[in-house]
């Protein structure tokens, strides 16, 4: 699951209006638990929009497809990757990546649960100087707080941390990396 926050008008304003946009690519649809899943979410935003003038949420359960989900990253002020195991680390990469073109002032923040892309971010220093905000997802007022802070402290993305992803993430790197591990586990076999 992709989670996407986008803050409206200046932080500087005494109110800001937020939309926040959670987007499903539709795996698994065919398992019971997901189905499940989809009608737990889909009452939630329901009940949630409810209580709130304008319907904030936006439920996207139908994915986003290159390039469209580009320009949907490129526009998004704060993105949530906080997934319990699954390490989302294309997605994390993606949205640094759409912020390369944007004015360093204008560029949006990085919020990471502990898995997958937060242990590369982390291992090669990487912090919210670079706009990546660490949370527990389990804690959702201390990582609200936290996403918050590094907004009105005037953290966002990097030079740094786009250069990192643009010339040491690399997909043919990743692959390259993944098929000699699988050549050299049958050779060990």
């Known amino acids: 699951m992709n989670i996407f926050f986008n803050a409206y008008n200046s932080l500087t304003n005494s109110r800001m209006d937020a939309r926040f946009y959670q987007v499903t690519a539709p795996s698994r649809s065919d398992s019971p638990d997901y189905q499940h899943l989809n009608t737990v979410l889909e009452e939630a935003v329901s ?3 409810a209580k709130m003038p304008g319907s904030p949420i936006t439920r996207i359960d139908t994915g986003m497809l290159p390039p469209q989900n580009y320009r949907f990253m490129k526009e998004i002020d704060v993105m949530l990757a906080t997934p319990l195991e699954d390490g989302m680390n294309l997605v994390a990469f993606e ?5 390369k073109y944007k004015r360093p002032k204008d560029r949006g923040i ?3 649960s502990t898995s997958g892309a937060s242990r590369v971010l982390k ?7 670079d ?6 997802p ?13 907004l009105l402290e005037g953290r966002r993305i ?3 941390v786009i250069n990192y992803v643009e010339n040491e993430r690399r997909v ?5 990396r993944n098929i000699d591990a699988i050549l050299n586990r049958q050779k060990a076999s």
């Open 172 to 176: 043919d790197d990743w692959a390259q």
């Open 47 to 49: 009940k949630m929009n």
């Open 123 to 129: 291992q090669k220093g990487f912090g919210e100087v």
């Open 95 to 99: 949205y640094m990546l759409s912020q």
């Open 131 to 136: 706009g990546i905000v660490y949370i527990n």
């Open 158 to 160: 990097s030079h740094r």
């Open 138 to 150: 389990l804690k959702l007022k201390d990582a609200g707080d936290k996403a918050v802070t590094a």
């Open 110 to 112: 990085l919020v990471l």
